[in-house]
Every structure is written in C-alpha cells, then in structure tokens.
C-alpha cells in the first residue's frame, strides 16, 4: 500500500466494526427493561444464536484485550458456572416459547477451563431448553497450552463442531514478551486431540504487530501453523490500548513495530498463507477453499458480529456470562463485565444488563451498509438505500470523509456502488468509519486501524 495512505488512514483510531453502532455507544439507559421486552417478544421457530462467555484464565497474556481475569482456584470458576446456569434458566423463562438454535458459540477468557464433567452439563442445560438440530454448530475458544485428552472428547462428545486456538505467535522472543509460552508440540497435539475426537472444524488465532515481531518472524509463525493444516486462521493487529488494559503496560512499547512495520507483517502473513491455498475473507481471516466461509464469501452472505466473520445468519443472538453482548430485533444489550456484579444481579433473580442500545431505523441502514463493506469491500449503497426507502443521496453526495477516500484514489464509486480496491483493503475500516453518524464522538476510544 502506497506509504501516503497508510500514513493518513491506516493510524486513525478506529472501530472494528463488529458491530454498529459499536460496543462504546451502548448505553445504561437500555437495561433489564428493554432486554426483558425483547425475549418476550422472540417468534417461535426463528432460529436464535447462543453466546455463552467463560471469563477466567490461569495466566495473564500480556496483550489480552478480552474480559477475563487470572485464578489458580477452581472455586470462583464453580460459583461463576451456577450463576451461569441460573441465568440461562432465568432467559428461557423470559422467552415465550422454546426456540431452535443456529449456532452457539464459547468464548472467554478460556472455556476449556472447566472440567468435562462441567462442559458436559452446560451444553445439557442449554439442550434442555432450546431445539438442537443436525445443522447447530458449536464453536469453543481453546487455549492449547492446558487442552487435555480427556477435555478434547469431551467437547466431541457434547457435539462441539468447530475449535478456535489461540497460537498469536510461535516466536519465542515473541512469547517472552507477551508472557505466553506455548510449544508447537502444545499446538499440534491439541489440534490432533481435537480433530481425533471428531471436531472438525480447526481455527487458528495469530497476531501480529506484537513486541519484537518482525516480518520473518510472522512469516515462520505462518509456516510451522499452515503446516498444522487449520481450516481458518483469523489474523488480528495487535491493539495496544494500556489505559483500558492496566497488564498491557507490561509491554515495553520500544519493542512494539510501528505502523508501516505493521502492516508489512500483515501482508507477509497475508501473502504466506494465500500462498499455501487459503482465500481470504474480509479483514483478517482466511479459509481453505471448502470451508462454509468461502461458500458463503463467494455467495455474497458473509456476515460480521462480535466474534469476526461468520456463516451464521441469525437475526438474534442470546448472551449470556459476564460482558456477554446479545444482538436482539430491537437492538443491542450488554451483561455487566464484572462478575462479581454480573453474579449479584443474577442471584436477586434479575436480568444481568448494564447497557444497551436501542437501534433506529438509521443505524439499520448504516449498519448494512458497513457490515458489506467489512465483508465484501464493496457495498451497493444506492441498493441498500432504496431496500431501507432512504434516499441515498446524503450518505453518498454529502459524504465529506467519503469524497476525501474517493479522491485518495482508496474507493471508487460508479451507479451508487461504493468498491475498495484490493490493495487498500487495509483500511477498510476508515471506509466503513464514512458511513458511521457516531465516528467524531467515538474516534478516540479504539485502536489503529492498520
Ligand atoms: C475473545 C476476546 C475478546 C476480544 N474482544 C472481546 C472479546 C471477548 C470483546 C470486546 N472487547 C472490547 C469490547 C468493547 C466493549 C467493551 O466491553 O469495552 C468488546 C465487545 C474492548 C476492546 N478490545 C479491543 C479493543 C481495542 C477494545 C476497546 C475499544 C474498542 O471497542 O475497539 C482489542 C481486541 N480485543 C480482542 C480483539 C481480537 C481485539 C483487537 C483486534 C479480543
Ligand atoms: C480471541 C483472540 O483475540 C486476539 N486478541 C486478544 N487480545 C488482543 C489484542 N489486544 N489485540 C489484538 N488481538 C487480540 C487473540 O488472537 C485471541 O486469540
Ligand atoms: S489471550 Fe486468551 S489465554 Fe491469554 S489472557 Fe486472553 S483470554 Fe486468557
């Protein structure tokens, strides 16, 4: 990417977009209330998605953006499960009917951390009270350094589909500095583990931009994970925000690539793994050209949400666990990230909601229009607009930071069809930022776009 680009878009602080309007413009002023209205108001036999998140790590990544804390105790992870199990209850009370379910996924912090047994009761409860089908995919995030035998047929034998693994890098100047050792061996056999125990579906999480990494760094990264054959890799900068994350100052910021050594990393990783067969899908993850990545890529329905791309269409998603965000018709809700809170509410037989977002019918519009520029970097806006009965006219004539990209050369747009061309997909988030109402107030509270 010409030097000139990445200097005036590629260092602004932007949203990722994983969702619109993003996480910091919920608010307290949606709450229990209005997430109480939305589940009474769920339709029967319209799929939902489950979102179940497991905050808690044994050892703190110095990088680590996620809501998660550190223990050595099993307790707190104990009492954590009850709350969650009484808060899936409390949510299927709430909803009127049983529905079916798309797709579940676990995140955290570390699911994997809980015992089989507790696994196993967890997704029994959540089969007590919604309809799984053939086609329910079950996605976990992993950490392969503490994956055991025993947990990985567990997950198979919970009917687990798809793995997520945390690998960031496998340098081990790289490992010291972010204080995650982990072997290839750690890797590799819990890749085997998992797939022996009939979880397909492997992903691969890498950074880049992480202290001391280098180009070749990134690129023996790539190599040693490509040849452990994932099905996907997602590629994340390293977002380096140490008043959000107080361990994050454990990184000597001397050590962190700037933003032209950055994105070389980025396109080094891109390279090797499009060399060795994967596609590409949107910012940052690649797939081997059968996955339902691909399929739904090329079919124009890739979808974007707060765990990056995805195949899954659902309109609702259900969270549920500390800071579990829950996309509903009527708008977004969040869980209080505190778990100490988040079990207080639960235990007075309350919703657990901090914050939310009520959706008008313009951030619909906006939000479609941003959701097919991050997935397919092109976004028909005059098409979008006439489907929302808007006149597309001020979000494109109008549009100052749009014209400022037209003339840079980083967009084209012909018969109100906004395209990025390949080489700046880099910043495609200063694109989708064109058609985000919020972006002066938010600006200042993400990470580097590149
Ligand atoms: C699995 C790990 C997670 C990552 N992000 C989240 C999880 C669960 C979820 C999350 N993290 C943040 C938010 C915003 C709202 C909030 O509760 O504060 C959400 C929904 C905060 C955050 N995380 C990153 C940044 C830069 C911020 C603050 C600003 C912002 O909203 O952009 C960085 C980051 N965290 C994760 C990734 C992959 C990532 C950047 C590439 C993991
Ligand atoms: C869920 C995935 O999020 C990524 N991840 C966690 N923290 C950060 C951060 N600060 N910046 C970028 N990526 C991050 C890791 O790759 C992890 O595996
Ligand atoms: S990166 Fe994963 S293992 Fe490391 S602290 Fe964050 S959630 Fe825990």
Not at 37 to 59: G, T
Not at 106 to 129: N, Q, W, Y
Request: glycine residues 8%.
């Amino acid at each position: 990417m010409p030097p000139t680009i990445l200097e005036k878009y590629g260092e602004a602080r932007l949203p990722r977009y994983t969702s619109y309007p993003t996480a910091p413009r919920f608010s307290p002023a949606i709450g229990t209330g209005a997430y109480g209205d939305w589940l009474q108001q769920l339709a029967c036999n319209e799929p939902v998605s489950l979102y179940l998140h497991i905050p808690f790590c044994r050892s703190m990544c110095w990088y680590c953006g996620c809501h998660t804390s550190i223990t050595r105790q099993d307790r707190p992870i104990l009492d954590y499960l009850n709350v969650l199990h009484d808060e899936i209850r409390m949510v299927a009370q709430r909803i009127p009917q049983r529905l079916p379910v798309g797709e579940v996924h676990f995140g955290g912090g570390t699911p994997t951390i809980v015992s089989p047994a507790e696994f196993l009761a967890l997704t029994a409860l959540l089969r007590d009270h919604y309809d799984f089908s053939d086609r329910t995919g079950i996605a976990v995030e992993i950490d392969p350094r503490r994956l055991t035998a025993e947990m990985a047929l567990a997950l198979g034998a919970a009917g687990v589909t798809r793995a997520s693994l945390g690998v960031q890098s496998f340098d081990p100047v790289v490992q010291k500095a972010i204080n995650r050792i982990q072997t290839e061996k750690q890797t590799a056999e819990a890749t085997d583990n998992l797939r022996r125990a009939g979880v397909g579906g492997i992903n691969f999480d890498l950074i880049y931009g992480l202290p001391h990494q280098t180009v070749q760094s990134c690129i023996d990264t790539a190599n040693a994970a490509i040849a452990m054959l994932p099905d996907r890799f997602a590629v994340f900068g390293y977002a380096h925000i140490p008043s959000f994350k107080k361990h994050q100052r454990m990184i000597d910021e001397a050590a962190l690539p700037d933003g032209a050594a950055r994105n070389a990393q980025a396109e080094a990783i891109a390279e090797t793994l499009t060399a060795a067969g994967y596609r590409q899908i949107g910012l940052d993850h690649f797939a081997l050209p059968g996955d339902d990545l691909v399929k739904v890529q090329e079919a124009g329905r890739l979808r974007r949400n707060f765990q990056g791309y995805t195949t899954d269409n659902c309109e609702t998603l259900i969270g549920f666990g500390a800071s579990a965000i829950g996309r509903m018709k009527g708008g977004y809700v969040q869980n209080e990230v505190a778990p100490g809170l988040y079990a207080q509410h639960i235990a007075s037989g309350k919703l657990a909601t901090a914050k939310g977002y009520r959706l008008t019918a313009e951030d619909r519009l906006r939000a479609d229009i941003i959701e097919r520029l991050m997935c397919d970097f092109s976004a028909d806006v005059g098409a979008i607009c006439k489907a929302h009965g808007v006149d597309p006219s001020a979000l494109l004539a109008g549009n100052g930071r749009l014209k400022q990209l037209a003339n840079d050369g980083v967009v084209t747009i012909a018969d109100g069809v906004v395209h990025v061309s390949r080489e700046h997909r880099f910043v495609i988030r200063a694109v989708a930022a064109a058609f985000d109402a919020y972006i002066d107030q938010s600006a200042r509270t993400h990470s580097k776009a590149a």
